[in-house]
């Protein structure tokens, strides 16, 4: 019987460090911030997905940096960055 790979796409969301809010383990960047792959403002993060990658100054992130919910993403400490830092948001949805 032959694999048959499950249907993946990915939907990438842009924004910068300056749209987040709050501080040390509380920072955080609401999705409605982020522009998504068309270049419109984001509604939401996908609710269900495979994965996602975050990216800061276009360098990938280890999972532990970051939380990502259908509203937020939470980068703790992403206070302290340039708030002209851009982050990208991959996600991998099945």
Do not use: C, W
């Not at 993946?8 to 383990?25: H, L, N, P, Q, V």
């Not at 509380?26 to 269900?48: K, L, M």
């Not at 532990?64 to 960055?81: Q, R």
């Amino acid at each position: 019987m032959a694999i048959i790979k499950p249907f993946m796409a990915s939907r990438k969301f842009s924004a910068t460090i300056g749209d987040g809010t709050g501080t040390g383990a509380a920072f955080a960047i609401a999705a409605t911030t982020f522009t998504n792959d068309a270049g419109d403002p984001a509604t939401a993060f996908p609710a269900s997905f495979a994965y996602y990658v975050l990216y800061i100054n276009a360098q990938p992130q280890t999972a532990d940096t970051s939380t990502l919910t259908t509203t937020t993403i939470t980068i703790p400490g992403g206070d302290v960055l340039d708030p002209a830092t851009p982050i990208l948001v991959e996600v991998v949805v099945n």
